[in-house]
């Protein structure tokens, strides 16, 4: 079991934008509000998969986690590819959930460029592969 840090309104996305919480309302980490699946972002859509946090919900909704993957945003693709696969990459300083190490091993070698988590993993090819179909 490795932990990730919890994904909070206001934290950034790989292209640049930050999360919008629109998902609920009552639930809040370091005092912003905590990113719940399908979120969108600054930039708009950009959806994310909240794929991470298998067991941890707010409202029904699972819970976003740092490195959680997203649905294109709507810079993708007049600007660059980095809006086609906005991903979470900022979290909480200390509210951490557990999560599966061969779980997150196909975004840590898409987000990361190499694999920080010790497991193989597929290359970028898997970018857009739901997680439950890629494992
Ligand atoms: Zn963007």
Partial sequence: MSTLPAHRYGDSRTCGATTVVSGQNNVYVNGNLWSVRSDPNSHGSGALWAELAKGVYINNKRVNLDTDGADPDNLCPVLDSQHCSPY???GSPDVYVGVDKTIIAPYANTILGSNDYGMPGPGPETI????EEAI
Avoid: D, K, V, Y
């Fill in 128 to 131: 857009n592969t739901p997680i």
């Fill in 88 to 90: 979470a990459n900022e």
